[in-house]
């Protein structure tokens, strides 16, 4: 098992700091659904880049974040967690057992 270098949580509205490390980064809706898996260096220039997704402006509610090393290590963990707790939109390494995203919802 992996241990992160160091772990964050809090509201996406006040995040605004970017980081030399590399993270994987969970997003939530209100009742704690995880709805996205990602990595990221700068988790607002990132997240700024998620702005265009619907699911984004009506959705996302709080973050986690959990900070490696290096990006090959955040990048299997992305994967690792993607396959193993199926968030909503993610769509690389999506299981093949959720359904699948429709084009309007994916955007």
Do not use: F, Q
Not at 6 to 15: K, M, T
Not at 90 to 101: A, D, Q, Y
Request: hydrophobic share 35%; proline share 9%.
């Amino acid at each position: 098992m992996t241990v992160p270098i160091r772990v964050e949580s809090g509201l996406l509205a006040e995040w605004r700091r970017p980081s030399p490390e590399t993270c994987v980064y969970r997003i939530y809706d209100a009742e704690d659904v995880l709805l996205y898996v990602g990595i990221t260096n700068n988790p607002a220039i990132r997240w700024s880049e998620h702005g265009g997704k619907p699911w984004w402006r009506t959705e996302a509610h709080r973050y986690d974040i959990r900070w490696y090393p290096s990006r090959d290590v955040a990048k299997a963990l992305e994967k690792e967690a993607i396959i193993s707790e199926c968030p909503k939109y993610n769509e690389v390494h999506r299981s093949p057992s959720m359904p699948p995203l429709r084009a309007s919802t994916a955007a």
